[in-house]
Every structure is written in structure tokens, then in C-alpha cells.
């Protein structure tokens, strides 16, 4: 049981390696405002992580992610 859990540790350490702050977040989508950021954790277009200590963090991979386009064909 314990190696499981360190490799569950790892993984997640790894994962952490890959993601960003909130605030972070804003800056490299082009200075967008940490609320802009919320709504698209929220509206699913950037995907999170918490930390032990209940922080949420940005996976960078998300933020790289080219935007869905919007199209309207209506």
C-alpha cells in the first residue's frame, strides 16, 4: 500500500509541476482578469488542480489549448 501511495504522490507532485496560480493563470492569457479566469474554470474551458493545502491551480495544458471556436450557423 505504501508504494502505491508514494506513486499517487508523485503523480500529483508532477501534475503540480504543471500548473500555475490563479494569478498566473491571468497574466499568460494575455492579462485577463482572475475572474476571467474563474468563469472559465467554471464554464470548463481550464482544468484544475488543488494542492494538499486546498489551493487550486491551473493546469498549464489548459491554458495552451487553442480556444474552441464559437460558431454561430444559426
Known amino acids: 500500500m505504501a508504494s502505491t501511495n508514494r506513486t499517487s504522490n508523485t503523480a500529483s507532485e508532477a501534475r503540480i509541476g504543471r500548473s500555475v496560480s490563479l494569478d ?18 467554471r464554464e470548463g474551458r481550464l482544468q484544475t488542480i488543488r494542492t ?16 474552441r471556436s464559437r460558431r454561430s450557423d444559426l
Open 24 to 41: 498566473h493563470a491571468a497574466e499568460i492569457a494575455r492579462r485577463v482578469s482572475r475572474r476571467t479566469i474563474y468563469n472559465r474554470i
Open 52 to 67: 494538499l493545502g486546498g489551493s487550486q491551480r491551473v493546469l498549464l495544458e489548459s491554458l495552451t489549448r487553442p480556444p
